[in-house]
């Protein structure tokens, strides 16, 4: 009796409070970490149970957070018990059956990506005759490291298709042709965000289970931390001098960028995590998922050492593929603990976290006569006529308002980045339209403007004393990589 109540109470989470105890609870600068990421970030709920559970902390209620009475002993209670932050394991990465980690025993994909696990599932499934099609991300042949989702039949087709492209595709899409084409059963190739889209999918109770009455998905999820604007992040790399179709391979390891000329050798290039954190989806910003959750297996390069996969199976099925895959020598798989899960734990709760930290930033523009060091914005009288250049598409990269200010005559305009990824060297043209002429043209460059930043500027209005203050103002924005990326004309009219 007694053992079968141990079976039951163990979870694979069991020696990971070794985790928790030291790496959440008992930091020496628990303390600071809670001022940091909760009360700094503006997310305190001001419930006061820090103070409430630690003799040395006492609630300021003039500055309405805690304070410190005593010597911090870093015991980490204030940071544990505090309601928004995330500590639980199973918040920070969710439930799964079993763990192993994993690297394909396949020839051909061996020398791939991490362990090749994803790929030689792929290939299990197919000679297994377990589903009928597959949807990928590969590379566009056209666009060298575009992403294009894709719809595979067979194992040549999963071998080929196998690499990371760290941006975001559009998988969903594929998979609903796919279940348009009768396809019967389907494995699901995607990061967290894609997984849960189809999660949703099935659980809708608006239309969308007809569609998956006709068919399974095997939903094949992959660890993200971060996913790049392919907009932002390839026009970067070459201007650094990088040929991208020569470029075989791309990943990401130990919080750096590598790319690859040979996908068996050493990295040619490497960037920090930080360096491109520019060029990063805005979308990321929100996400809290580093695991994919919801899928019914998990796959990821943290935690398992060089050439493997940390592999979480989340479901019955998923973990009965993982095992038949290793008994059938398409994997080679080891037991649950040697995961360093830990690390993964700590990646999770950095994801789970930064929603925390976004802080939308407004920025004025000051003139000073005395600055010294070079002003990430200037504003002057425009000297040159900028040349024309075609806009990107539709895609909307600034959002305008105004507001004036009519005792001094003064337009204020403010532009917001809509894009999601940092816009660089923006030059910002502001000019009065009368009748088929000009006047009046001011420049203003930017160097950075980073998503969802504001800057403010201020266009004085050339208007007589004693007129009514009517025009109509120009903006334009253009950049150095996209061209004209931004006009539209301003009617300012009197107040009635």
Known sequence: MTEEKTDQTETPYEYSFEYIQKKLEGKKDSFGMLMKEIVRTGICTQCGTCAAVCPVLEWDDLAGQ?????????????????????????????DFKTGYVANTNIPEVIGGQDGGTVTSILCYLFDEHLIDAAVVTMKDPNNPWRPVAQIITSKDDAIKSSGSIYSHSQTVEALMDAVRQDFRSIA????????DAVSKMFDSPTGMLKYFMRCHVLKIGLFCMDSFAPEAIYPFFEKEGIDLSKVQKM?????????????????FKSYTIRQLDKFKSSSCNFCTDLTAENADISVGSVGSGANKNTVFARTGIGAEIIEDAAEKDYLKIEPFNTINLNAVLFLAKLKKVSQYTIQKRKVFIVRDSEETEEPRIETKPEVEQP?????????KFLSVSKDLNEKDKLLNISLTNTIGYVLEDLKIRIVTIEELFEKSPWITTIRELFPFETIEIGYPLDIPVGEPIKANILVEASTESFGKIFSRTLKIAPKE
């Open 188 to 195: 699901f190739v995607g990061t967290p965000c894609n997984i």
């Open 66 to 94: 805690p304070k410190l009475i005593g010597k911090c002993t870093g015991c980490g209670i204030c940071y544990n018990q505090c309601p928004r932050t995330i500590t639980d394991p199973y918040q920070l990465m969710g």
């Open 387 to 395: 040349g024309v250049t075609p806009t990107l598409g539709a895609r």
């Open 251 to 267: 990943d990401i390891n130990k919080g750096k960028f590598h790319l690859y000329y040979d996908p068996q050798g050493e990295p």
